[in-house]
């Protein structure tokens, strides 16, 4: 009986463990930090790493709140998407990411590497003027 039991709950126990493991896909792409986006990105350039880690916030509107925010903030005054922008400065983008920002939380060197950040600043002040 005893047994029985045992092997009911091992076997109940791999199928759970195998059902979880289908129901989260894993990431595709190879980067390092835990991210937060469902965007699969490949690579690490700044680009890759908005769309990895921003855009789900940050994307194009009507859905995105990051977007909202900034443009109901700035009133057409500075483009509302972030990789859209010409005033961005490398440090500016650091300092909030890491800071947080209104409802924006602050993102720790587990979530987004401080490699990773800086060339993700780096793509978000290209157009800086």
């Known amino acids: 009986m005893i047994r029985s039991c045992a092997f009911v709950l091992t076997a109940a126990l791999a199928a759970s463990a195998a059902n ?3 129901a989260v896909p894993a990431f595709s792409g190879a980067m390092p930090g835990a991210g937060w986006s469902a965007v699969s990105v490949p690579g690490d350039t700044g680009e890759h790493i908005f769309r ?3 855009f789900e916030c940050h994307g194009p509107l009507p859905d ?3 977007t909202a925010a900034l443009r109901a903030k700035y009133n057409g005054a500075v483009p509302a998407r972030l990789d859209e922008r010409t005033d961005l400065s490398t440090e500016f983008v650091i300092y909030t990411v890491r800071h947080g920002v209104s409802v924006m939380p602050a993102a720790r060197k587990t979530e987004i590497t401080d490699a990773e950040l800086k060339a993700l600043a780096d793509y978000l002040a ?3 003027k």
Do not use: E, I, L, S
């Open 64 to 66: 995105k709140p990051g």
């Open 126 to 128: 290209r157009n800086r």
């Open 52 to 54: 990895h880690y921003c």
């Open 20 to 22: 979880a493991k289908d």
